[in-house]
């Protein structure tokens, strides 16, 4: 075996030196991304829209850098799952004000604004940068660059800002745009019309300041099969420690944390729910006591994604805790029950009024659908004891066990966090969007006084139950 020969001292220095200098001219080569990040760059060969929503210096104008950096280079790592292009690209990098952009988007990808010995020492590689020109009205503001493709040709992009108006989006034919801030709409309709001839995309990052806004709508409320979103928060930033997380928190108000810790909507004082989520959560359940009663609360999706949770109720201490919850998009009512039974296939099922309705594909009774894939579905909607439904009644009820410790939630769900955090007033009304799960908690909740003492697990209560509906060998409905 042949043994390694020792570098010189003067070997040794240049090596270091070229290490050096590569981690300052060439910082893309060192990006290693976080896996919400990763996700988000991965939606990109599908979606021609994309949103990256996270809060304050979690890693979003990084991510936004490194993406745009691999499409105008064309040096795509080995572990990148995104879109391509084999070719140089043209795109625009836009921000609210110039001199937002020369101090974010501009410094992240080229280096120090206005100082020369600085250029490269941003996302671009030194080696890469071909030529640049100067914007006017703004000091050190760059308005075109020239990029080095793999290809041997040249990729080009300009800086914009929103304050420059519509008409400044118009005319030019783009592969990508990157919006780093939240974009007026008129403005983004334009860049839509840049990109739909070449067949590229649009992708924004932001952390949401300033409520629901016609672009926030876009990706929040609308559904379409060619957009998507990710949401980064604080525990999602692998730069952050742990133990760094509650004296970050508390800088902010308990209502900006939304945004700025967590990523989602700032809603300000129009959120429906204030106690903190810290104040909710709990570890995971591993053991049950079989004496505590169960019972499922769903959302059947009409028009929105199914949600089903699955609250444990503790009798005894009158706590609930919502042990597991399913948020599941496009997909059948027989997919939504089997993903029930592998949890809890003898729970009690709650479900809303609109399980009345038929099913247009079938001409079935919603419920009725569930029922015959072997759920315990109730035998009428939820009510209060009482009578009626009301949503105003049931958020009452959840604050009020929110505050007094009687509703707890795994910490681990995070979508049901999501939800909880967004869930918010306009006009006097609730937002009756992006609350799916929060409307299955009702439904469970409203329900509980036909929670069961039954045995979790993936038990098929369709083999425990005769062509007639009841189970075997009884006369009457076990549930």
Partial sequence: MNEAVPLTPDQRRRALAYIQDQHRFNRMRFFNPYPKQAEFFALGKDKKERLLTAGNQLGKTEAGAFEATCHLTGRYPDWWRGRRWDRPVRGWICGPTSLSVRDTTQKKLLGEPGVEAELGTGMVPRECILDKSLARRVTDAIDTVQVRHVTGGVSVFRFKSYEQGRTKFQGETLDFIWNDEECPMEIYSEELARVTATEGMIYTTFTSLLGNTALTDRFWREEAPNRAMVTIGLKHALHIPPEKHAELEAQYLPYERVSRIHGGIMLGQGRVFTTPEEAIMEEPITYVPAHWAKIWGIDFGIGHPFAAVLLLWDRDNDVLHLHH???????????????????????????????????????????????????????????????????????????????????????????????????????????????????????????????????????????MVSPSGLAKGVDFDLF
């Fill in 325 to 463: 919850c399913l948020r599941i998009r496009d997909a059948l009512p027989i997919q939504h029950a089997s993903s029930m039974r592998h949890v809890g296939g003898l729970v009690p099922v709650a479900w809303p009024k609109d399980g009345t309705n038929r099913d247009p594909g079938t001409g079935v009774v919603l419920q009725t659908l569930y029922r015959q894939e072997g759920l315990a579905m109730l035998h009428e909607h939820a009510q209060w004891p009482e009578g009626g439904n009301s949503t105003w009644a049931g958020v009452k009820e959840m604050e009020g066990r929110f505050n007094t410790a009687r509703l707890r939630v795994a910490k681990h769900l995070s979508d049901w966090f999501e939800e909880y955090r967004n869930y918010h007033v306009k006009d006097g009304q609730i937002v009756k969007i992006n609350d799916d799960l929060l409307s299955a908690t009702r439904v469970g909740i409203m329900m509980k006084r036909y929670a069961k003492a039954v045995t979790l697990g993936t038990a098929d209560r369709r083999k």
